[in-house]
């Protein structure tokens, strides 16, 4: 595996879990809830993700691109 392809891949599996939190909150507040500890996860986990996308897209720099970039290789497109 290589740096830029893990950083999509954990984007996947983290946009997942939220849809995953988003859709127990939705069951807890069917189910008669008037607060929801999992619609609350979701909520967090996503302005998390919007914030690190908007620090991408303003300084061209992705700290999670950073990070994989120091525990995997680059990616050899090439080949």
Known sequence: MCAARMQRIITALMLGIILYFFAMGVHDFQSGLKESFHFQIAVILQIFVIIMMMIWAFTNFCPSS?????????????K
């Open 66 to 78: 950073w990070l994989m970039g120091k525990i995997f290789p680059p990616c050899k497109w090439e």
